[in-house]
C-alpha cells in the first residue's frame, strides 16, 4: 500500500471552489450537479404524468411558455422528447453522479482511509467532463426541432437522420459519449485507489460494504461504459458521417439497426447494475449501523455482489428477446438472468438478517434504506417475469417493464441515495440535518413511489403499451384512463414531497444544527474525523484492526460503556500489547 | 505488502501511475472490443464476405505497416530501457525512430485508405466499407494521439525533464503504445488476413 503525502489546502480561488482537486469537494460538486438534473428529470417525470391523466389539455403553469406554438399541450414529437430526456437525464446525469460521482468520491478515500484519490487532477477532469456533457444537454432543448426523441434507448432507424434529422438528438448522443469519458475517468480513480490506497490493515474483507458496492460499479463502469462509447461513435458516424451502419428498411439503407441493440445492451445490462450495486452497498451498511448487530454473513454479501457484477455481463440478450434471436441462445440468455436471483436473494436475506433481533434505531437513514429493500423487493421479484422468455413475450414493450425497472433502478437507487444523503451530510457540511422533514420526506417518498410504479405495472399488465403519445388511442386501453389517472394523482404527490427534502437540505446547509464528530455512532473511519474532515483528512494514516461492523461487541459494552467499537480503536485491556504496534489515529 | 514499503517513493508512484494506466487501458480495450463486435457481428450476418462487386483489400502495404508498427513498439521500449539506466540520449534517439516509424505508419495507411478509395470502395458503400473504414480510422486517430504524446514527450526530454529517477511519463507513454500496436496487429488479422 502506498502512503500518501500531505498536501497544504490550495489558496487560490479557483484551485479551490472551482478547479478542486479535493475529492471532497469535488463528491459536493457532483452531488449539486445530480441534484439539480434530479430536479430537471423529475419535472419531465410531471409532464409525462400530466400526459397519461390529461391527454390533449393544457399543462398548468408552466405549459404557455415551454410549449407556444400548441397553446401549452403537449405535442407527439415533444411527448417523444420529454420522455427521452426524463429518461436520459435521470440515468447518465442525475443518478449516476449522485450515486457513484458524489458518494463514491466522497467516501471511498475516507472509508478505506486514504487522504486523496490516486489521481486527483484525473477526479477533477472527470468532474469538468461531466459538467460539458451537462451543459450540451441543456443546449440540445435549444436547437431547431429540439432536443433528442428516440427514447432513452436511442434504437435506429428512429434515432438516424431519417428518424430524427435534428441536430439535438447528435448533440444527445455526443452528450452521453463525453458523460462516459468522465465516467471512465471516475472510474478508473476509483478502481486504483482501492487497490493502492488503502490504510495499513484494511483488507479486502475489512472493506465497508459501501466501497464494495462502489468499487465493483467501478469496475463494471470501466468495462461497459466504453462499448455503449462504441455504440455511440458509429451513431454519431451514421449521422455526421454518412457511414451505413444503422439505416436499413424504408430508410434506404443496408445497414443492421440490431446492432445497435446488442452494444447498447451489453452496455445497458451491466449499467442497470452499475446503478444498484452502490445501492446495495449502502443499504448493507446502513441495515448494520441502526440495526446495531455486525452485518449477517458479510463475507455472502461480498460474494454476492461479486457473483452479480460478473453474471450482469453475460445475460444482456433477456432485453432482445423479441429481435428475432436464435431461440436456443434466447434459453441461454434466460437461464442465466435467473440465476442473477440467488445472489440477490443472498442479499436480501442477509439485510433481514441482519435486521433480525437488532436493537433497531430509526433514523432517516435507516428509514430510507427499509425502504429501499420493500422497493427493490418488488422490482427484483417482478423482474422474473420478464427474464422468462414466455412471459416477456407479452409482457414486453408494456408499462410492466416500465414499472419493473422503475422499482429497481430509479425507486431503489434513489431511495439508497437519500439515504446516503441523509447519512453522511453531517459530515460533508458539517450540518445535521432536521429528522422529522426527513421523515416526512421518507414516508411520502416510499408510499408514493410504490403507488406510481406499482400503478404502471398494473396498467402494463393489463396490457397498456408504453411510449404511445395518446395512451387512449386503442379502444381496449381506454378502460385503464382512471386507473392511470390515480397513477399521475400519485406521480404529482411524490413530486411535491421533494419540496420537503429540497427545503431541508438548503435550510440545513445554511442554518442547521451543528454536527458532531460522530453522530450515529458507527464505526468506519470517515466518523473518527472531525466534521467536516480536514483537508488531507488523516493526519495520521489509520491502522485498520477491525472488520466495519463493530456493533453490540460484549466487551466493549463492559469496558467502554457502548455498544460500537471503531475500526481502529483498541479494546482498554488487549492495548497494553497493542500499542507499540498502532502509534496513533485510533479514533474518539 | 513489506516489498513496497521499501521502494523508493517515485517507484510507488510509478506503480500506482501503471496500476491506472492498465485499467484504463482495459476500459479502452473494451471500446475496440465494441468495434471487433460490430465487425464480427456484420460479417456474421452477411451472405458473403467480402459482399459480391467490393474491391478486394490489398495485403502487402498493411503486412509492412504490421512490420513498421512492431518495429517502432520494440524500439520504443528499448529506448525505455536505456532511460532506466540513465543514458537519456539513447532514450532520446530511440524515441525520435518511434516517432519517425509512427509517422511512416500514418503516411501508408493513408496511402492505402486512397487506393482502397479509388478501387471503388467508399465510406457508404454498405456495411463493408463503413465497417472497413470506421475501424481503421479510429485506430489510426489512435496512432496520431499517440504521435502527439510521444512528441511532447521528446521535447520535454531535449528540456532535460526525465532522467533514471523520472520514468513514470515515459513508461505510461510506452504501455499505451504496445496498446495501439496490439490493436492493430488484431486488426490486421481481422480484416486484412481472414
Redesign the interface.
Known sequence: ??LQAIHKEPTSFLKRYVFSEDHKYIAKQFLWAGLLFLAFGGILAMAIRWQWAYPGQEVPAVGKLLLPRSGGVITPAAYQSIFTMHGLIMIFFAITPILIGAFGNYTIPLMIGARDM??PK?NMLSFWFFVVSQVMVLASFGVQLGTAGAGWTTYPPLSTNVGTPGHGQTLVVAAVFVTGVAT?MG???Y??TV??FRAPGMTYMRMPLTVWGLWLTAILN??????L???A??LL?DRM?????FIAGAAG????PI?FQ??FW?FGHPEVYILILPAWGIVSDMVCFFGRKPAYWYKGSVYAMCAVTILSAVVYGHHMFLTGMNPLLGQGFMLLTLIISVPAEVLFLNWLHTIWKGSIRTTVPMLFALGMIFVFGLGGLTGVFLGTISTDLYLHDTMFVVGHFHFTMAAASFLASFAGIYFWFPKMFGKQMNQTLGKWHFWGSTIFITLVFGGQMIAGYAGQQRRLFDPYQYTFLKHLHPLNTYTSYAGFALGLFQLIFIYNFVASILSGKKAEKNPWQVSTLEWSLPSPPEYHNFDVVPTVIRGPHEYANPDAIKLLGRDWLSQTEILPEAGAVAESEVTAGAAE | MSTIATLRPHQREEQTASVGMVVFLASWAMMFAGLFFSYGFVRSRAGAWPPPGIPVLPIALPALNTAVMLGSSLIFSLGLRELRRGNVRAFQRALSVTIVLGLVFLALQIYVWQSVSQAGLHLNTGLYGSVFYCLTAFHALHVAVGLVILMVVLARSLLGKYSEHNTISVRLCTMFWHFVDVVWILMFVTIYLM
Open positions: 500500500m502506498e490516486a489521481f484525473l471512465i472510474s478508473v480513480n478502481v486504483t487497490i493502492r470501466v468495462l461497459f461504459v466504453p462499448v462509447g462504441s455504440a461513435l458509429l458516424m458521417m454518412g457511414t451505413q451502419f439503407g443496408k445497414g443492421d446492432l446488442h452494444l451489453i
